[in-house]
T-cell receptor, first 116, second 109 residues
Framework: GAGVSQSPSNKVTEKGKDVELRCDPI?????LYWYRQSLGQGLEFLIY????????KSGLPSDRFSAERTGGSVSTLTIQRTQQEDSAVYLC??????????????FGPGTRLTVL | AQRVTQPEKLLSVFKGAPVELKCNYS??????LFWYVQYSRQRLQLLLR??SRESIKGFTADLNKGETSFHLKKPFAQEEDSAMYYC???????????FGTGTRLQVFP
């Protein structure tokens, strides 16, 4: 079946502009995760959704970052007033959260964000 | 603090040589440990997890709680093993993955 999809694949924006990144998880997956991959930083956790609620937002780097999930499916990560340090690849993953232990997370192809 | 350390940014070997990608972790409690792999122009995917105790594509990894390590090993590297490898941990019921910075494995013919 279809895997996790993300759009756009590439986004170039000017400093100070707002951007929206979209993630379509695998159908039936109740858990959705956002990660950021910066040069030399590895992958950093941003936020986790279970259904439409976000029990763990601890990785969001500032209040310029927000995310929502509607209908237990699509999620949008919004970055307001983008800064150059926001340039990174933003990865989305989903899993079928059965409770207890960690289920396999399936990753999307990522959105490469470049802030000029 | 929860942390995953992969000390090598790059590991280069010749085909047929043994490979060991190092991973150390810091976690208070009993973590789950994973290895993820990203081949060129492909998405990040799970390679193996410690609770499965499997060998995937000839790779194995043993969790050593005393040394807080989860090194990835393969006795004979193949060219198709060239990729970026990430070690990650998760705590029971915490869901999020904490990744190391990754090791690029290059296998030369």
């Amino acid at each position: 079946g279809a895997g996790v999809s993300q759009s756009p694949s590439n986004k170039v924006t000017e400093k100070g502009k707002d951007v929206e990144l979209r993630c379509d998880p695998i159908s039936g997956h109740t858990a959705l995760y956002w990660y950021r991959q910066s040069l030399g930083q590895g992958l950093e956790f941003l936020i986790y959704f279970q259904g439409n609620s976000a029990p763990d937002k601890s990785g969001l780097p500032s209040d310029r970052f927000s995310a929502e999930r509607t209908g237990g499916s699509v999620s949008t990560l919004t970055i307001q007033r983008t800064q150059q340090e926001d340039s990174a690849v933003y990865l989305c993953a989903s899993s079928y959260r059965r409770g207890g232990g960690t289920d396999t997370q399936y990753f999307g192809p990522g959105t490469r964000l470049t802030v000029l | 603090a929860q942390r995953v350390t992969q000390p090598e940014k790059l590991l280069s070997v010749f085909k047929g040589a043994p490979v060991e990608l190092k991973c150390n972790y810091s976690y208070s409690g009993s973590p789950e440990l994973f290895w993820y792999v990203q081949y060129s122009r492909q998405r990040l995917q799970l390679l193996l997890r410690h609770i499965s105790r499997e060998s995937i594509k000839g790779f194995t990894a043993d969790l050593n709680k005393g040394e807080t390590s989860f090194h990835l090993k393969k006795p004979f590297a193949q060219e198709e093993d060239s990729a970026m490898y990430y070690c990650a941990l998760s705590g029971y019921n915490t869901d999020k993955l904490i990744f190391g910075t990754g090791t690029r494995l290059q296998v030369f013919p």
